[in-house]
């Protein structure tokens, strides 16, 4: 695995079409722990101009495979993964905010908690956990 987690996530983000589509950017990242953001754009909107739950689910999830990735390798499947959204995710920016609760060789519980900022404040908008299964190494 590589020894620098932020340029494996990098890599791993910058591989991702549905990631550079929304625009989620690597914000700094250590072992165990990732801050992905992405800038609003009204096409990740919902009908009421609210950031759709799809993409907070994204985000959410998005981050929490990256948090894991820095610790077991970038092979991992979400098994399971909830979000609960706390209120209107509405701002300039989105920041989400994983870290690795449990590593393990075969599994690894995440979570993360979501903001939404608007002229430099910060809202928590929602928070999610994930349950990721770590893949065999390719032959």
Request: charged fraction near 20%; glycine fraction near 8%; include cysteine.
């Amino acid at each position: 695995m590589n020894k620098d987690p932020t340029t494996l996530v990098r890599r791993i983000n910058d591989s991702a079409e549905f990631n550079r589509w929304c625009g989620f950017e690597v914000v700094s990242c250590e072992p165990g722990a990732v801050e992905l953001a992405m800038p609003w754009r009204k096409e990740v909107g919902q009908y009421s101009g609210f950031l759709h739950a799809g993409v907070v689910g994204a985000l959410i999830d998005t981050a929490c495979g990256f948090a894991a990735a820095t610790l077991v390798g970038p092979r991992l499947l979400a098994a399971h993964f909830s979000v609960n959204c706390l209120r209107p995710a509405s701002g300039q920016r989105f920041v989400a905010r994983a870290r690795v609760v449990k590593p393990g060789k075969q599994q690894v519980f995440t979570c993360c908690e979501l903001f939404a900022i608007e002229n430099g404040v910060e809202k928590l908008v929602a928070v999610g956990e994930t349950l990721l299964t770590v893949l065999p190494t390719e032959a």
